[in-house]
């Protein structure tokens, strides 16, 4: 038996770039697995006969050839499609102890140029072990990427991600496919509330795999060099939607997912995409070793695979695939708003209660948009106006790009929202526009007046505000604008309120600025939205708080 040596190489993309670059290259998310098992391995997969019941194989030499036949055979037939390969290490360290993992070196090594590989060990231990497993991973074995156990914290993750291995990516089991992760990973656990949280806050109970979504996030933004892309994805089961929907939010819009479970085990594909996919309709990669290794012809399986998850994630996006008629989650609730409601009330952004508002009535619910108060706040909240945006009809033409040149942030508060806004279009969507805003106070020295920023003469202008409330600020900026010929072609604001502005009228504040002015008014979540995300977490936020929003829509919803 042949053995082949693979070096590693430095690479100035991580290799979630690296992922991201296969996805839009061939249009695929299908993650191929390659998992020889001792019963299925002979000299020529994918042709006629039932494998499972093949001879054993005497030695380990023969077993180890037929092991690498039989990914080689898997990888030339699916190549165009697949957008990672992932080999099982246990499967190879199976064939015997003198040739097994060398046998993993070579398939590895097989694999074509520009295709990322996710080495499936599941390793988790810390200090001299983590580096040492770490270097038999990248170095001795050429992998781009490895699954983890997070179980041990930080510490245990750090050797595979940073210094010498910043380039590399790994995946952290979260909530895994098999019925008994449930036994842990899906224990409640108590967080306290943050520190901007009134006092009267009552502690909120989260699970095990939601912290480790959590902890991802913190470990990338640790781990981070030069490069704004995370070194960290997560394994949730496509299995279990639910805890897909929940990850995601928790992990955040930029997070990759790694999804197994669909086919053998009986996850559903359209319901994995509604639940994981990001507002881009992407992050989610799904692996699938069976439902190809046992196909009759190994290349029209992976197709067929391949298109499959494109026609989901398009239903998906189209808003199709969901009982409540959202997009891209559950309930009508796009991934993008669950987060902005998740941590908008983590931050005390937004508080249930009994608030008694300046038009006299008694809301259940209270939205402060200064507490977004700290750079991660301001760029997560960027992150869901750029989403926000990005997913309207009304702001994007039938080509895709804006119908906006520059975005205008009204003083005060607009400013600093149209600025981190503008940062999260170029960064997330590559979409370049001007920034402008207003002075309160005209300037009479220096260059003097109002306006500052782009140019925005002749040119399309995004205004961008936290809340309308009676559309003050709104109608000013317009009239601001059409006087230096600008031409608004739209609004953002974070939260709609959806409520009529007396009960003698059945227009909100936000339909009316839209009817009047003749501009569409997007917002990330409206009264409605909240209701839906409500129903879906009554038992974490308590039935009481969706009764009393759900009665409040009722008397002044429009």
Not at 189 to 202: C, I, V, Y
Not at 254 to 264: E, Q, R, T, Y
Request: negative net charge.
């Amino acid at each position: 038996m042949t053995t082949t040596t693979t070096t590693t190489s430095s690479s100035s993309s991580s290799f979630f770039d690296k992922l991201e670059t296969r996805v839009k290259a061939i249009n695929s998310h299908l993650c191929v697995g390659l998992d020889p098992h001792l019963k299925e391995i002979t000299p020529h997969p994918g042709g006629n006969g039932d494998r499972t019941t093949s001879p054993p194989l005497p030695n380990e030499d023969e077993k180890c050839d037929a092991a690498f036949t039989f990914c080689k055979t898997i990888i030339d037939a699916t190549a165009p499609h697949a957008a990672a390969y992932k080999p099982n290490a246990a499967f190879f360290e199976a064939l015997g102890p003198h040739h097994g993992v060398a046998t993993l070196r070579r398939v590895i090594a097989a694999i074509p140029e520009g295709i990322p590989v996710l080495l499936d060990a599941k390793r988790g231990d810390i200090g001299s072990t983590a580096a040492a497993y770490a270097d038999a991973c990248y170095e001795g074995l050429g992998a781009d990427g490895v699954t983890l156990s997070p179980f041990m914290g930080w510490d245990s993750v750090e050797p595979f991600v940073t210094g010498k291995y910043a380039d590399k990516g790994a995946f952290l089991l979260c909530k895994t496919s098999n019925p008994g992760s449930n036994d842990i990973l899906s224990l409640p656990l108590q967080q306290s509330p943050s520190p901007s949280s009134s006092p009267d806050d009552h502690p909120t109970t989260t699970t095990v795999y939601e912290k480790v979504a959590q902890l991802c996030q913190t470990w990338s933004c640790r781990a981070a060099t030069s490069s704004t892309t995370p070194c960290l994805g997560l394994v949730i089961g496509a299995t279990d939607p639910a805890a897909l929907s929940l990850g995601r939010t928790a992990g955040g819009d930029d997070v990759w997912i790694l999804a197994p479970g669909v086919g053998a085990q009986g996850g559903d594909l359209v319901a994995a995409c509604r639940a994981g996919l990001n507002s881009r309709g992407s992050g989610l990669l799904v692996p699938v070793s069976r439902g190809i290794s046992r196909a009759e012809d190994l290349e029209r399986a992976a197709r067929e695979l391949k298109e499959g998850i494109n026609r989901a994630r398009e239903e998906v996006l189209k808003g199709g695939g969901d009982e409540d008629g959202g997009a891209v989650a559950e309930g009508g609730v796009t991934s993008y708003q669950r987060e902005f409601l998740e941590f908008s009330l983590g931050l005390g952004v937004l508080k249930f209660g009994e608030f008694v508002l300046k038009s006299g009535r008694t809301s259940p619910y209270f939205f402060n948009a200064g507490l977004f108060a700290s750079g991660g706040a301001l760029a997560k909240l960027a992150k869901c106006y750029a989403a926000a945006i990005m997913a309207s009809k009304d702001l994007r033409d039938e080509n895709g790009q804006v119908k906006f040149d520059v975005v205008f942030g009204p003083a005060y508060k607009g400013i600093s929202l149209g600025a981190v806004v503008c940062a999260s279009l170029y960064n997330d969507y590559q979409v370049d526009v001007g920034f402008a805003y207003n002075r309160k106070e005209k300037k009479d020295h220096g260059e003097g007046g109002l306006l500052v920023g782009a140019s925005m003469e002749n040119k399309r202008v995004l205004i961008i505000d936290d809340v309308i409330t009676a559309g003050t600020a709104i109608r000013e900026s317009y009239t601001t604008l059409t006087k230096i010929n600008a031409i608004p072609t739209g609004v953002v604001i974070a939260l709609d309120r959806a409520e009529k502005r007396a009960l003698d009228d059945p227009v909100s504040a936000v339909q009316a600025v839209a009817r009047d002015l003749d501009l569409p008014v997007v917002s990330i979540v409206s009264l409605p939205q909240l209701q839906a995300f409500l129903k879906k977490g009554h038992e974490k936020y308590g039935s009481e708080v969706l009764e009393a929003v759900s009665k409040y829509r009722d008397e002044y919803g429009v």
